[in-house]
């Protein structure tokens, strides 16, 4: 008996995702949990197991298009049985909401861009009200035959000539940029991780009473110590060494003395929710967008084992290979745009968590010590913080703490792994 297989709950809010591979054609054999097609959520991408062996008698999407929670996928049966009739679509069309292909606009080719002022001929048949209507409308009444007495050409006439003529075959490419009244513009769809971030975004800044602390610590002998243990790290663990480990163990060790930076805003209860473990998301840029993995129970991690995880998150997230459990149960993020050169930014708080820490790149600062002046490294650094669950005064503590953390990186050494 044919069975159907629907796009299932994969929880975190996930309501839709869009077919970015079929792995199996029509017609295949597959045997129960052989992977049937890449689904790319908001998340990550994943693959869909076979709920049961047989042949593939239909797949209900194309590559591109959005499929939702409860949608069927495919039908599983046995070879030559029908599939079962599929049920109208409502509106489906190609997928702008997850990672996939834009839809792409069918447009009359033009060997130039139309005037953006219409020049209509003198002895063109048409009364001043029908002249203005063409140019309102962007009509030339050159190219409009007239329909009344004598060929004039009334308002029906010009509005019919306003619409998208019919497509005659061989004339119509797919993709040809649009144009203004400057010139040829280029878009580009706001589509897949790019849209499912904007829309996160948009949901932070509306919800959230962000405010944003800018500090900078001195980490002249965290750079030493780095110095000295990145050869170790290679050598012992072959992973490469950077700050982010440092920074990573630093807050968490900052929050567990700061609590309500470690929390979670419950909108509907109206509730603070204090999380008792350390979380922390960091967020890795890929051509699409921006992806937060999150390091699991940071606090208990030592420096060469947050590096390994480090690594090994970041090179799954830039190959879109992440599990979900990858990037659930964040409580704190951290942003480093220091690699792209920036100091001091404002970054956007990853709702419905509470507090953001942005960091810049380390530079050779002078600095006044006892009277004279040295050249010291010094790190800036941005917190964003939603106001609602915390004041300035909290978060200016916290920042005191953690630059006492990265300042003196020898306490950052103290703990060790629990692996």
Not at 29 to 49: H, I
Not at 250 to 263: I, Q, R, T
Not at 333 to 357: C, D, K, Q, R
């Amino acid at each position: 008996m044919a069975k159907e297989f629907k796009f299932p709950d994969l929880g975190e809010g996930i309501t839709e995702g869009e077919i970015k591979k079929w792995l199996v054609k029509v017609g295949e054999k597959v045997a129960q949990d052989q992977s049937l097609a890449e689904v790319e959520t908001d998340k990550a991408v994943v693959e869909m197991p076979s709920p049961a062996a047989g042949t593939v008698l239909s797949l209900s999407f194309k590559e591109g298009e959005t499929v939702k929670v409860g949608e069927v996928l495919a039908v599983i049966g046995e070879a030559g049985e029908a599939a079962p009739a599929a049920p109208a679509a409502e509106g489906r069309r190609p997928s702008i909401s997850v990672v996939g292909e834009l839809p792409t606009e069918e447009v009359m080719v033009s060997s130039r861009p139309a005037p953006s002022v219409v020049y209509t001929p003198t002895e063109v048949k048409a009364v001043p009200a029908v002249r203005k209507l063409a140019k309102d409308l962007g009509v030339d009444l050159g190219t409009v035959k007239g329909s009344g007495a004598e060929g004039r050409i009334t308002e029906e006439d010009v509005r019919a000539a306003s619409k998208p003529a019919a497509k005659p075959a061989g004339e119509v490419r797919k993709g040809v940029p649009k144009f203004d009244l400057y010139g040829w513009v280029e878009r580009l769809p706001i589509k897949g991780v790019r849209k499912v971030t904007a829309k996160h975004m948009m949901e932070s800044q509306m919800k959230v009473a962000a405010v944003t602390a800018m500090d900078s610590a001195d980490v002249t002998d965290l750079v030493a110590l780095r110095e000295k243990l990145k050869e170790k790290a290679l050598t012992d663990k072959k992973v490469k060494l950077t700050y982010m480990p440092f920074i990573i163990k630093g807050v968490a060790e900052a929050l567990k003395l700061h609590p309500l930076l470690n929390s979670v805003i419950d909108d509907e209860a109206e509730q603070i929710v204090m999380k008792k473990y350390y979380n922390i998301g960091m967020a890795v840029a890929i051509d699409e967008g921006l992806i937060v993995p999150v390091i699991k129970a940071a606090d208990q991690k030592d420096i060469f084992a947050l590096a390994e995880e480090v690594t090994n998150l970041a090179n799954l997230a830039k190959d879109r290979k992440l599990d979900l459990a990858d990037l659930k149960g964040g409580t704190f993020t951290i942003t480093n745009y220091g690699i792209f050169g920036s100091t001091y930014g404002t970054p956007i708080i990853n709702y419905p968590e509470v507090a953001i820490l942005g960091t810049g790149k380390i530079m050779d600062t002078p600095v006044v010590i006892d009277g004279e002046i040295r050249i010291r490294k010094i790190l800036p650094l941005s917190l964003t913080f939603d106001h609602r669950a915390f004041d300035g005064a909290e978060a200016g503590r916290f920042m005191t703490d953690l630059k006492k953390q990265l300042e003196s990186p020898e306490l950052l050494l103290l703990t060790t792994s629990s692996d």
